[in-house]
């Protein structure tokens, strides 16, 4: 960290209080101070009140010219009820490496959504003594950004059935006349959001006066076939009564009634293409690419067509900016986007990592090896979900689309969440815990550690080296830790350490922080200094091989089955070109398989896909193995219901 | 203004760029240069990226012993296809009573909706060399209030709904046990948001665990009837799809499909209580008296009932601090709150107006006169739509809720719009204007004036004096000024005074502000002392005659009926105790009558009232005169259509 960084301390009390008096305990530093300890110049800092701010691109140009840090790819186990700590691991570590070692250390985590903060009792800023604060203003609004996804997913689907009611109501000659009206002067007014779609039908603009009946009504009709529409309006909330309805019952909207649904904010592909967005011009390229619908002649319709990215893109250009918040410690951390992990990627945004990695760079002039690991910083991050997902997801989807290319995986583990995939019984929230859980049991661990060697295994087939991150509970012991080391060891980890940052913070996972940082800078003698980075799969093999290629290497399957439905879409998107991009797919977040009671490492099962999806903008098609829900509900007692306003004006409750 | 106060440069060109080029050539000062200048000091300010922030609501206790400012209403003739440029007057006399004259000047204005923002090409910003910059960013998002007004409207609606779902699908003590689960001690979990019902009900929260089941029953069940609910979602788009729709259509929810609407955000209730709130306090306090439905009993169910008042304050906590933005001659604006001029008062929010009115106002301890009237300040404010509309609303909601008392009232007209009330002929956007508009007729604009001096005769009626602004154009001719004039002071105004600001900033507009100072501060020697501002009808006077009071006062109607509806809807509210709230009338905007068509002076005529609706938290009640549209539709050709950000990420066409 530089020299003026300014340490945060901590307080460690036991035992630990709730993590909202943890964070309201302790006192942030003004954001700026935070900005400029990370290398952030003034000019490209936009504050927004005391400790948020946005950091803008052009940090991207002036540090061109620097190598970048180390990529540090947080993720876990099969989660369980139970957890394993994977956020609080990741702020932790970065605590560690920041505010104990004192090098420089982002911890980039993805905008948590609105609709579980008031939904289910439970923060997604880490949690005890390793948390972005202040946790209230991270669990609510902070920039604004998921408000402006919502914005500009809702202007789209306002577009587009703004535009079939048009297309409905009015002749070709009328929608002409109306889109493109006469001037003055007699010329057209051509509305520049509109051009795209004249260039894509190849007509030529400077004749429009000339065009031919048929070329008008190609160029006004997008003729969409209602069967064929995909995108869904959002709420950032859990709104169950919104999963299925019907629209355009008003009398003005002449019987057009046609049933849909929304989604949460952070389902939609404007999140999506929000964290895998490279610059803004690539923001505005992939909002065209957006496909929402087919016309009845089998054409996709895109956002272009509608001539709404421009648009999208205004809505988002603050949006685009990295957030800067901080850990508990003061070490600074990016908070910027966060595609809903069921049907995306999970995993924040790619400028951020890009901005982060290059302030954690450094100097290419540098030439002394001890100068640079000196100055060497880190970036820290995480994939939603397991590593067999959310991991697979972020090598094959976020790092081939960023180019970036991680130098350590670590894989949190607990004892706990181990014994659940030993056969441990059954654990439900808000009941005591069963008696294995909390005593010894070698042999239930034991069993339970082939979950945590399948996700080692499956990481190694990067070629990116791997640490196992214990994540230590007062209930273990010490036996138990052995058993994880051993057979992390086994399959192939480079090392497996224990850490105690929930209790502990930056302290608690000095050890961890020490084996990263020795990792990624291949210092181990185990490691292979060779070796380099590879997705799993190349783009250029059938929709069906990328797909089996995931469920037979990552998730253990014996086959892949597709439905009907699936093959059918297969042949749509490869029909029209849409087969070369990469496979997000759906299943189930409790199993290896898609089965979410297979726990351990199911192997030889046949996987289904049920459906197809594409988000074209984003660059991906999505593959579903199961009915993903894509917005939430609310529980009877739910969190909102705790929440007060005190008389100071903090908010009271919220965790 | 404060001797440091910068004034910014205008650089006038002929003919007028569009106001986005005026807007974008302008280099604003940095937020915290305004805000200093303003006698905000560094820990009041939170600045949201460099030209704009939130000021917190601390700066009231700071200048609590200060003297108000002096508090000018701009408000208009009725309104006509060609606008009369009220809020242009009121950016542009902020201009001139503070960077021409030097002295403290607030703008208040209220936030634009991204709907019409997308919709229709015209910004709310003012216009030509008198505007609120940067304007794109005054017109998208701003800090991002009116989303957080969507959400807590929209947390409400889940709410609602969820809580229906569960009460259809479980018993009451299944309800019960989910609502205040037993803890390990064996006490029961209250959800504090649940005890203000509990105090509601009078029943003993220390004896929860004794209750009868009678009185669990009470207790868990709203009972809400679904075809008493008014409280819909709200998206801030123009979306016409969304007006009707039905709800819990997916198979998780059912059947318990029902029919709804959406509203555009800013018609929200929650916006309404924003304008209105006098403090954090009194916010929380109207969020739980908002009236969702009413129970199969016919009570009204409250947000407090459904445990969420809370909640929403949480969200709206930063959205309750005004915006600190500036004019083009970098002069202070808030902007702050944008209730739905047509349903709700279309003012600006009164935490703003206390805020500016004594950053704007003198120290007590002051005792010479000349010294006061040297660092007297000036806020300028807006009322939506005419006098007769939005005047009215202000002075009887708006400060009846404040307690402020306007100085002055502005009424700007323009020779052009008082003409389509003297019988000139149509006008429609996008066409030629007809010969009498832009040539001199001096019959058609003596006409017209009664218009005029109807809004000026109304608002005397609040014992406040009215200078009239004439809101010059390049085709006016003397004599037709002169007409205006006279007219105005014949109907009692203290003077009219012709400004010039669109096309030359405060420059332009220095006679007026001079007027309206000496108004201000009683200097006309025709001004009466000892008037003072009083209410146009009292609150103890039935529903009936309030509404009478302001339909035979200010409309000029000859009689009111109300439809079978309306006077169900008045017994009804009554019944419940809500009969003691102001009155805000839904009617048409372009007729001082209920009918659109009826220009110039319409009298005698039978005022229809249709239906009658609440607003309990925000505190009146809402009398419908028509069917009122609250989400408005895209037009074929649309204001997104011609927006795109160029390679620089400048919003480019957005007006």
Not at 428 to 435: A, D, N, S
Not at 494 to 510: F, L, P, V, Y
Request: glycine share 10%.
């Amino acid at each position: 960290m530089s020299p003026q960084f300014k340490r945060l301390k901590l307080e460690l009390l036991k035992p630990v209080p709730s993590d909202f008096e943890i964070s309201r305990n302790q006192v942030p530093k003004h954001i700026t101070d935070v900005a400029i300890e990370s290398g952030i110049v003034e000019s490209e800092l936009e504050p927004y009140g005391s400790y948020k701010a946005k950091v803008k691109l052009d940090v991207l140009d002036r540090l061109q010219d620097r190598n970048d840090g180390k990529y540090i790819l947080v993720a876990g186990i099969t989660p369980t009820p139970l957890g394993e700590g994977k956020s609080t691991t990741t702020v932790g570590l970065a605590q560690a490496i920041g505010a104990v070692l004192n090098k420089t250390c982002f911890a980039n985590v993805r905008q948590p959504s609105m609709g579980p903060t008031f939904g289910v009792k439970g923060g997604a800023a880490g949690g005890g003594y390793s948390q972005v604060i202040p946790m209230d203003e991270f669990n609510m609004h902070i920039t604004g950004d998921i408000h402006a996804v919502g914005m500009a997913n809702n202007l789209l689907a306002a577009a587009l059935d703004t535009r079939m009611f048009h297309e409905a109501t009015q002749s070709d000659i009328g929608l002409f006349k109306r889109l493109c009206p006469i001037k003055k002067d007699g010329s057209r007014d051509i509305p520049i959001g509109l051009t795209y779609r004249i260039k894509k039908l190849g007509l030529d603009i400077n004749k429009i006066n000339d065009w031919t009946n048929e070329e008008i009504s190609k160029f006004v009709r997008l003729d969409i076939d209602p069967k064929t529409i995909t995108w869904k309006r959002v709420l950032d909330l859990n709104d169950r009564s919104l999963r299925g309805v019907s629209i355009n019952e008003a009398p003005t909207e002449k019987g057009l009634i046609r049933k849909t649904g929304f989604d949460i904010t952070v389902a939609s592909e404007v999140m999506a293409i929000l964290a895998l967005s490279n610059s803004l011009k690539d923001m505005r390229e992939r909002f065209g690419k957006i496909v929402v619908a087919s016309s009845k002649n089998g054409d996709p319709v895109t956002c272009e067509d509608l001539g709404c990215a421009g648009a999208l893109t205004a809505i988002m250009k603050d949006a685009i900016k990295p957030n800067l918040m901080q850990t508990l410690e003061g070490t600074p951390v990016f908070v910027h986007a966060g595609p809903f992990a069921n049907i995306s990627i999970g995993a924040s945004s790619i400028l951020a990592d890009k901005i982060a990695l290059k302030l954690a760079g450094t100097s290419k002039s540098l030439t002394n090896d001890e100068q640079i690991k000196e100055q060497q910083g880190y970036v820290v991050t995480e994939a939603g979900f397991d590593f067999t997902m959310g991991g697979e997801r972020f090598l094959n989807i976020k790092c081939r689309t960023s180019g970036l290319k991680p130098n350590v995986i670590v894989i949190v583990a607990t004892v706990r969440a181990l014994k659940v995939h030993g056969g441990g019984s059954d654990v439900k929230p808000g009941q005591p815990l069963p008696f294995e859980y909390t005593n010894e049991n070698l042999e239930m661990l034991e069993l339970g550690c082939i979950n945590l060697q399948k996700h080692i295994s499956n990481a190694l087939k990067y070629n990116v080296d791997v640490i196992v991150a214990i994540n230590k509970m007062s209930s273990d012991t010490a036996a138990e830790h052995e058993i994880i080391k051993r057979k992390s060891i086994e399959a192939g980890a480079t090392d497996a350490i224990i850490s105690n940052h929930w209790e502990e913070g930056g302290e608690g996972a000095k050890e961890l922080a020490l084996g990263v940082i020795k990792c990624a800078n291949k210092e181990y003698e185990s490691q292979d200094l060779t070796k380099e980075f590879s997705p799993l799969y190349k783009l250029e093999g059938t929709i069906e091989e990328k797909i089996e290629k995931i469920a037979r290497e990552m998730y253990g399957a014996g086959s892949v089955s597709f439905s009907d439905v699936a093959k059918e879409k297969i042949a749509e998107y490869t029909r029209q070109g849409f087969n070369k991009l990469p496979i997000c797919i759906a299943k189930t977040q409790y199993s290896l398989s898609h089965d979410a009671k297979l726990k351990g490492v199911p192997t030889g099962f046949e996987f289904p896909i049920k459906d197809i999806k594409a988000s074209i903008g984003a660059g991906y098609l999505y593959a579903l193995a199961d009915q993903i829900m894509t917005i939430p509900g609310l529980a009877t007692k739910c969190g909102f219901m705790n929440v007060e306003v005190n008389d100071d004006g903090e908010i009271e409750g919220l965790f």
